[in-house]
């Protein structure tokens, strides 16, 4: 198991895998919003971490389609399935290798973007933390959207429209949690208990739904 | 030990693709599945590793030695199928270790096997820079790095040429004598002394 995350790591972080690539994205999207919106520093500390968290939540989705595709191409996936392991804990860790190169590096990124988006040291707290807790749910959601899209040629698209729809509740309670530290009558606490509540849910689901849908795909 | 399958029959969505198909193979015994193309040689294959839901009949090994203990089918299986399953950004010798890990057992270390199939030396060449002979073999390896008493060989010499056929007909032969099973599908004779053939006519009307 040790093997399957250490090469999954490995994988995207060589050229061609997804890491970088999901990095540059959301390099790009945070730096093309003062443009767009003008430099008024107010405007922009107001949507700031509403951008952080749309721009996480499209890079994560990234590489998400070749998660299990990779695998199916190259025959590596007949392997996983006949492997003794249960399927549900190799899902669950190919998407923590996932949120590793992807969601983890976009929370650790934060400090740095929110220069651009002009934050306060309480947003850029709040936002690393929601990222934080936020984040593996995009993988794990991810993983059951990858699985079922796995054998079709342009299941990304799909994909997209498959995931999306459930990781919105995980930005809007993200993007509630933030707004809560930064103005005073809104609570930080209940939503972003709710946004770890969401993730450690799909953490636990995710994999089973993934395997299930990987079965039926060979 | 042996590899028995007893009157089964696979349906590949709406259509079956074969019935009734029953044969045993045992220790030190190698089956070769014949057939034209499209008779059903790697469904057949798939069906044996457990990747493809049998419609009717079973497989199931008897006599298991008491080494094995509980294991199902495809934990006591190797399955190379047409597929090379390796990573073409990672080395060859990353690549096998990682398989060595992921599959346990080990059983030849990877400069060994790496000498055994004739490309001694490469371990540390990215995969995607092979040829399709080389990543062939280097597949091929990969049964060699953990061990499995059944391989499930789907097309195995694809690709190889004469000189390296040869070679990998003299490791099945070896892991026959060490009381392996090999079953193969192929059109392509393999250069086994004393193969069952097992003709897959496909779907009886």
Not at chain 1, 93 to 99: E, F, G, M, P, Q
Not at chain 1, 108 to 120: G, H, K, R, S, T
Not at chain 1, 130 to 144: C, E, M, N, Y
Not at chain 2, 112 to 126: I, T
Request: glycine residues 10%; aromatic residues 6%; contains cysteine.
């Amino acid at each position: 198991m040790i093997a399957l995350l250490k090469r999954d790591i490995r994988l995207a972080l060589r050229s061609g895998g997804g890491a970088a690539t999901a990095l540059l994205f959301y390099l790009a999207v945070v730096i093309a919003m003062p443009f767009a919106v003008g430099p008024n520093p107010e405007l922009l500390a107001t949507i700031g971490p509403a951008t952080l968290w749309v721009g996480a939540l499209l890079a994560g989705l990234l590489g998400l389609d070749r998660l299990f595709q990779a695998d199916s191409e190259d025959g590596t996936l007949d392997q996983m399935l006949l492997s003794p392991v249960a399927l549900p804990a190799q899902v669950f860790v190919k998407s923590l290798a996932h949120w590793l190169v992807t969601g983890l590096p976009l929370t650790l990124m934060v400090p740095v973007f929110a220069v651009f988006l002009a934050l306060d040291g309480t947003a850029v707290a709040a936002t690393m933390a929601t990222l934080l807790a936020g984040t593996p749910a995009i993988s794990f959601i991810g993983a059951v959207g990858a699985a079922v899209t796995v054998t079709l040629p342009r299941g990304g698209l799909l994909l997209s429209v498959l995931v999306l729809p459930l990781c919105i509740p995980v930005l809007i309670f993200g993007v509630g949690a933030v707004r809560g530290a930064m103005t005073e009558p809104d609570p930080f606490l209940p939503p972003f208990l709710l946004v770890a509540a969401i993730s450690l849910f799909f953490a636990v689901i995710g994999p089973f739904a993934a395997a299930l849908a990987l079965r039926q795909s060979s | 030990m042996k590899l028995v399958a007893d009157d089964i029959a696979v349906m590949r969505g709406e259509e079956l693709v074969f019935s009734g198909i029953s044969f045993a193979v045992e220790n030190g015994g190698a089956l070769v599945i014949r057939g034209e193309n499209g008779a059903g040689k790697s469904t057949l294959l798939r069906a044996l590793a457990g990747l493809l839901p049998l419609e009717s009949g079973k497989i199931e090994i008897q006599n298991v030695e008491p080494e094995f203990g509980e294991a199902k089918v495809p934990e006591l299986c190797h399955y190379l199928g047409a597929e090379n399953a390796m990573k073409a950004a990672m080395s060859v010798g990353e690549n096998l270790s990682f398989w060595q890990d992921f599959a346990g057992q080990p059983h030849h270390k990877i400069d060994e096997a790496l000498e055994l199939v004739g490309l001694a030396g490469l371990g540390d060449l990215p995969f995607g820079h092979l040829s399709t002979g080389q990543r062939r073999r280097i597949s091929i390896a990969r049964l060699l790095v953990s061990y499995r008493p059944i391989w499930l060989l789907d097309e195995p010499t694809s690709g190889l040429d004469a000189e390296s056929a040869r070679q990998f007909a003299g490791l099945m032969e070896a892991h026959l004598a060490d009381d392996g099973i090999v079953a193969a599908a192929t059109h392509i004779p393999l250069g086994l002394a004393a193969a069952e053939e097992f003709e897959l006519t496909g779907v009886a009307e």
